[in-house]
């Protein structure tokens, strides 16, 4: 099967350092880079829009299931899915019952159908309210099974576009689609090309704008020829449109993602718009990408009179990329203060990847229990189902100029502060018990079930109840209830809490609490607002049945303080590179909530977490600096700033000089290339064939330089076990003579010690160096996550 740009993203490698071209960095604003004046998308924050959603009864032609399970033709479910996020379904007129289990808060797992109008026009009211001008929807190959279902698509964005006063345009992938350069042709003429006459149909420069995505992508899936693909571009010019390109990362290059040859297609396009998703995770993934990548694709779209629309997104829920919000902001941030002309959000309503921004379950009450799908709470912060919706309203008037660039996030999680209201921080949360009987388990007290129920072993005295909400909460008040259809009882109970799981305070005195069927067999119980990540509920007592019984425990926050948190503590330096400083910090506290951290660098945030620890990214070689960190609250209140601490950095030799390069490798298995090697993340690796030594991999660092270290690591996951690889490092500086820089010996890597193993020789100048492999007690591959190349050996210094 072709990859798709679905699949294709996680395994493809990042590419090549390049010059950060410091000198551009100034010239490179809106107003000198736009070749186009503002339009439709120039100027404009684009959206990417799926509309692919169908379900059993909704009318499309195509049936089933339709990008909502693997099997469409049978109901989603856990086991039968394609998607990592559960949309919030409370604004759609009509949701369909599916074979997921209960949400927490009791409710049927319903999903929506893009083919209903009223979803369409649910999506585009939302576009209006938060500033998404325009959207592209996406157009697979219209001559199989999906092609009546896509034209009728078509004509319901066209609709809910005119409706709600946005704009829309086609953007055509073609993957897969191996007839496309006379196919397409055709599809535009004889059906797409008539909703231009829509005003609601986007036009730049007095064209009317069309998108073809993957033209020169390295895969399986978009073989096709510069020539055909130059053809394509140039008929669409033809035509009298607008053409935009959704082409590879590294576009510029012709390398890793992208065939080499493709440079007549790319710059026969109007508009470019860089694919990003899968690239990186992180927030100095993206500040390397701005520096390394955007900064000189967009020197080279100037020089040839080409609009820029970088890609932005708001991270891979599922994965936890997003950090609250921070993700997405420092992306947006880094795109506008680049100059891009326009923006490119990917994407709109892709549930399937988890890098949506409409709305979003918040919490585990509106997700389906056990279903193991991340809510916006993900990392512990309280997020508004449009928060990020609410994003994209502020990167918008950022890039337009109507809100100051800035690199802290402007966007609270939820409006206002606080906690999203009467949100119940138990629902399907792990619990755990003292005891049981039978069958009546700890997680029935979570399960939205008011018929199941927690019962300790009998006759055994004190008994305790407790659940872990997965991160600190101003605990206020706890809701406690048996089974409606039980006689009255007294149960004698307490409640504690705590930070740790470990060392717990108590909340509530033991006390007597009733359970009447005429109050519906439930009770309230209101403690002193405390921060506490573990609530449990100790019974003592139980005047209907010589045991604990509980049937559900909701858990509420307090909201609304405005109380600062107290200062962080303890602020220390955990490491440094040449061009970043890792911190540490203790925590602070807060009646409402600590929602994140902010470190500073004098009166500026350079970094925005949501727990006690940072690097911070982007700083100059052997250069001091000196940081504080501030805590702020879910209400906006913020701390007065820790202790300072003030950190130089190592010396440029210490540089990476393998980061980004082009790499090769004598073989790899599956999506595990040797790109992996030189991403920046510690998680993605090279594995080579299988049982089949010697094996290597090489990076080439572009220019004969002199080196003396390297640094290699697997994953630092404790899934990693610790082994041996026995290999040698050669250095060369043509790639076809080669010296051995390390001699051949077995090198443990431990996941105590980081699995990481540091190797220094004498200083050596080289281009390429390779990395070659003959054992490893782990598995019958060469492996490695990263190679980190060095000038130098590594210089401790006393500071």
Known sequence: MALTRRTLIRSVAAGSVLAALPDLVPTLTRAAAAASPPGDVVGKVSVGYQGWFSCPGDGAPIGGWWHWSRDRFQSPSPTNTTIVSWPDMREYARGYPTAYPNLGNGQPATLFSSYDQQTVDTHFRWMQEYGCDT?????????????P????MAAKVRSAAERFGRKFYVMYDVTGWTAMQSQLKEDWTTRMSAHTASPAYARQNGKPVVCVWGFGFNDDGRPFTPAACLDVVQWLRAQGCYVIGGVPTYWRQGINDSRPGFADVYHAFHMLSPWMVGRTGTLDGLDWFH??????????????GIDYQPCVMPGDLSAGHRRHGDFYWRHLYNMVRLGAQGLYVSMFDEFNEGNQIAKTSETAATTPVGSGIRALDEDGTACSADYYLR????GGRMLKGQLALTAVR??????????????????GRPASASSQNGPFVAGNAVDADRGSYWESGNNAFPQWWQVDLGANHPVTRLVLAVPSGWEARTQTLSVQGSTDGATFTTLAAPAGVRFDPASGNTATVTVPTTTARHVRVTVTGNTAWPAAQLAQVEVYAATGTSTPPTAPGGLTVTGRTATSVSLAWTAATDADGVADYQVRQGGTTVASVSGTSATVTGLSPATTYTFTVVARDTTGAVSAPSNAVTVTTDPAAQTDLARGRPTTESSHTQSYGSGNVVDGNPDTYWESANNAFPQWVQVDLGAATTVGRVVLRLPPSSAWPARTQTFSVLGSTDGGSWSTLVASGGRLFDPATGNQVSLAFPATPARYVQVRFTGNTGWPAGQLAQLSVHSGQLIETHR
Do not use: K, M, S, Y
Request: negative net charge; hydrophobic residues 40%; aromatic residues 4%.
């Open 391 to 394: 994003i994209t309203a502020d």
């Open 291 to 304: 520096t390394n990548v955007n900064v000189p694709d967009l020197a080279d779209c100037v020089a040839h």
């Open 410 to 427: 402007p966007t609270p999680p939820v409006a206002g502060g606080g906690q999203p209201p009467a949100t119940n921080l138990a629902a």
């Open 149 to 152: 279902t896509r034209d009728a």
């Open 135 to 147: 959207a592209a929807l996406q157009r697979f190959n219209p001559f199989g099974d999906e092609g």
